[in-house]
């Protein structure tokens, strides 16, 4: 696959269609070799690979760079964290494993709410979905949970007067993310096997719409 013809639109698609839930790479293989990328067009390359094969490494190392931030601000790590799971729904694989853990702890306590909590039927025409299909969480639509998290952590981060301390460590969280992936030689791995499937997936299921 060649990263020079993929966009950012759709390296933002496939980021946010698939799967995070797998395990960050080990360290060894994070921090192993880097170069100087010989063009703008290797950079640009190496920059969407990194991006997509490293990206539950470079999600878990800024969530690290804003819990040192904060260690004396507990309510600017609650609002982080709020922060970082808005963000996160946005993914839909975390999105529906989110739905259905909660909807399985409910049912524990609660079957009556736990069923009332199913996400809507979507109408099937021919054997295929009228529509794309949309996410819910907890039988409502994403958007609600994602606009209460935000609201909660935008509260939460002017009450601990910890924005100006989140900005400074969100930059620094990102410009280290961009520094590895720009200078992170993609390895033969990261070439050839595990992402190379996973986004030929993710664009099997937009062909399928």
């Not at 094969?53 to 760079?65: A, C, D, E, Q, S």
């Not at 979905?129 to 952590?153: L, M, Q, T």
């Not at 499937?197 to 937009?206: C, Q, S």
Request: glycine share 4%; aromatic share 16%; net charge positive.
């Amino acid at each position: 696959m060649d990263w020079g013809n993929v966009t950012a639109e759709d390296l933002i698609d496939a980021l946010r269609e698939v799967d995070w839930s797998s395990p960050p790479r080990p360290f060894s293989e994070f921090f192993s070799k880097f170069t100087v990328p010989r063009s703008s067009a290797k950079w640009n390359s190496r920059l969407k690979c990194n991006f997509y094969y490293y990206r539950t490494n470079y999600f878990l190392l800024i969530i690290f760079v804003l819990g040192l931030a904060f260690l004396r601000r507990p309510l600017a790590i609650v609002a982080a964290l709020l922060t970082a799971l808005s963000i996160a729904i946005l993914n839909d694989s975390f999105a529906g494993t989110f739905s259905e853990k909660v909807s399985r702890a409910v049912r524990q306590f609660s079957p009556h709410l736990a069923a009332k909590m199913r996400p809507p039927l979507t109408p099937v025409i021919r054997g295929r979905p009228s529509a794309k299909r949309a996410i819910f969480i907890c039988g409502r639509p994403r958007w609600v949970f994602v606009f209460i998290f935000s609201s909660v952590s935008f509260f939460l981060w002017f009450v601990s007067c910890g924005l100006l301390t989140v900005l400074w460590a969100l930059a620094f969280g990102l410009l280290a993310t961009l520094l590895h992936a720009s200078f992170r030689t993609p390895n033969l791995k990261a070439r050839l096997n595990t992402f190379r499937e996973e986004f030929r997936a993710v664009w099997r299921n937009y062909s399928e719409l």
